[in-house]
């Protein structure tokens, strides 16, 4: 009788014993922090339930036991570790202590995800295209005639790849207006506007703004990076003023637009002035990169510390395996901090030159994050520059948020204090 308790005890209990995988995202255990999140994606895609510990060894995933699971962390090169459910409970336990800045949320489904980007682009022209594809995350890419279609209801989460919702294709008019391939989006950029009806590529780009903003208002989350933040405010503000020179859309643009401007419209900016000469390669004062006194080896941002029980969303949004983030460039590469609407937090900041590169903010019933620069890992990235191999890179804490806000959507909400 002994003989037989021991053996159904080996067959029926023995992963008693092993109930729980644990994939920790500190520095010293984690082999590749950016597969952990597709590791996570792919058990909300099977409907498994996946809990985020916040501010635990980096913000570590925990998970029921399968041996499913513990092959795919291995094919995928993720660390992990196999725990009783003693040990997850003692580590729960740790966590719901009032003591610890720690919460345990419980990640309920997998996010469809929209990457809004030109089709035909390379993956590597976009930081979020390109950690999507190496972490396994799936992703539909959209563009204008989607959105205008209504088709973003079908998605949870949106990234606005550097585009410049402005219609001043990218203000690179003065380096690359003779450039075959400037010419070349020019042209279909125009195509694409009348083919939608539209005269001008400024008015439907604006359209296409209105129809995102909307969306958030609704309840969706959108990410954007570089030109795509501020450019995507400054349209808002300039609906139905002419901002745009000759060259741009083949007219004057209205007079005193500046004064025209309405910020109320906007997601995180106000009180901006635009950049009105057309050879200057900014779009307005929102951005702070030719104002950085920031030498390259000094270039570092610091996140900020939110209390994970009160405010639960930028703690999740800030999860990492260090406070200090190496900077990187961009057409956008920082924003004013004295033109971020009060509203808004400012979840990143480079302390020697007082600039925002991480913000967040509600706009109705939905969220936006704006990132500053445009690759994480290259840190003044030029148009031709070969693409980043993230094989190089697995523990990129600037690659990181961007991971962190594509798993914001799956979690339980609870309403955030600040």
């Known amino acids: 009788m002994r003989i037989l308790i021991f ?77 009783s459910d003693s040990k997850s409970e003692e580590i729960l336990r740790t966590i719901n202590s009032p003591s610890q800045n720690m919460e345990a949320v419980l990640l309920e489904k997998a996010p469809k995800i929209a990457v809004y980007s030109p089709q035909g682009n390379a993956p590597w022209d976009d930081a979020v295209t390109m950690v999507l594809e190496f972490a ?24 606005l790849h550097h585009e410049d919702f402005t219609g001043q294709y990218g203000k690179f008019y003065s380096a690359y207006r003779s450039a075959p391939w400037y010419i070349q989006e020019k042209k279909e950029a125009k195509a694409l506007a ?6 001008k590529v400024s008015e439907e780009k604006l359209a296409v703004a209105k129809k995102i903003n ?14 795509a933040t501020d450019s995507f405010d400054i349209a808002l503000s300039a609906d139905g003023v002419d901002i745009c020179e000759p060259m741009f859309d083949g007219d004057a643009s209205d007079p005193g637009y500046q004064n025209k401007l309405d910020y109320s419209k906007t997601m995180a900016f106000t009180d901006f002035i635009l950049e009105k000469n057309p050879l200057v390669y900014e779009y307005s004062s929102i951005d702070m990169t030719q104002k950085r006194t920031v030498p390259k080896s000094q ?19 800030c999860q990492n395996h260090t406070a200090v983030v190496k900077g990187f460039m961009g057409q956008t590469t920082a924003f004013n901090p004295d033109q971020i609407k009060s509203n808004v937090l400012v979840m ?12 967040h903010g509600i706009k109705g019933k939905g969220f936006f994050t704006f990132y500053g620069g445009h690759d994480p890992e290259d840190y003044q990235h030029r148009v031709g520059d070969p ?30 204090k600040t």
């Open 299 to 317: 270039d570092y941002f610091t996140l900020m510390d939110y209390s994970a029980k009160w405010d639960p969303i930028p703690t999740m949004l």
């Open 136 to 159: 396994e995350i799936p992703y539909k890419t959209i563009y204008d005639k989607e959105v205008l279609n209504g088709e973003l209801l079908l998605y949870d989460w949106l990234h």
């Open 387 to 416: 693409k980043t191999e993230l094989e190089l890179h697995p523990k990129s804490p600037g690659y990181r948020l961007i991971l962190n806000n594509i798993l914001f959507p799956a979690a339980e909400k609870k309403k955030q």
């Open 214 to 227: 909307d969306y958030v208002i609704g309840g969706g989350f959108m990410f954007a990076m570089c030109s």
């Open 194 to 199: 009348r083919s939608l009806g539209f005269e």
């Open 7 to 83: 053996v159904a005890l080996i067959l029926t209990g023995w992963n008693g014993h092993s109930n729980f995988i644990l994939i920790p995202m500190d520095f010293e255990t984690q082999d590749n922090h950016l597969k952990a999140y597709g590791i996570s994606y792919w058990l909300l895609e099977k409907d498994q339930k996946v809990q985020w510990l916040l501010n635990y060894r980096g913000g570590s995933f925990l998970s029921p036991f399968s041996e499913e699971l513990q092959r795919e962390c291995t094919i995928r090169g993720v660390s992990f570790e196999v725990i």
């Open 348 to 359: 990143g900041k480079n302390k020697l030159n007082e600039e925002a590169r991480y913000i």
